[in-house]
C-alpha cells in the first residue's frame, strides 16, 4: 500500500434533527448531488414514521439500523488453489454503511408507492425485525455461521 491513508472527515449533522447518522444516511440517498430532493425525501419518511407509529421516528430510525447492522460477513480467501468463504467480523464504520445500503436497496425494489413511504415503511419493518433488509442481514449471518468451519483461514 502506497502513500498514507486518506483522513476521515467530519460530517456534519443534518439541519433538521441535528443528527450525524441522519447526515450520512441522507447522502446514501442522494443521486446526481440532489442534496434538498434526498433531504426531503428522508424527512417525509421520518415524518410518515412517526404519525404512523405515534414513536418517535429518530428512536426508529436507530432501532432499524441496529437490527439491520450484521455483525459477522463471510469474504472470500484463496487458500492453496481453492476459494473458501471465511467468516469475518464486520468493524464499526462497515456495519452502518452494510444497514443504510440493505435498508436502501429494499425500499428502492418495491414498486408503486413515493420514496418516502417505501423507506418509511421499511424502516418500520426493520424496526420490528421483520422486512426485506433484515431477511438480507440474517442471510448474511447464516452463511458466515455455515462457514465457521473455515474461521481458522481469517488473519
Known sequence: MRGKKAP???LLPDPKFGNVNIAKFINYIMNDGKKSLAQRIVYDALDIMSNETKQDAL???DRAVKNVM???EVKSKRVGGANYQVPMPVRGDRRYTLAYRWIIAAARAKKGKTMAKRLAHEFIAAANSEGEAFKKKQDVQRMAEANRAFAHFAR
Open 70 to 72: 450484521p455483525s459477522l
Open 8 to 10: 476521515k472527515r467530519q
Open 59 to 61: 428512536d426508529l430510525f
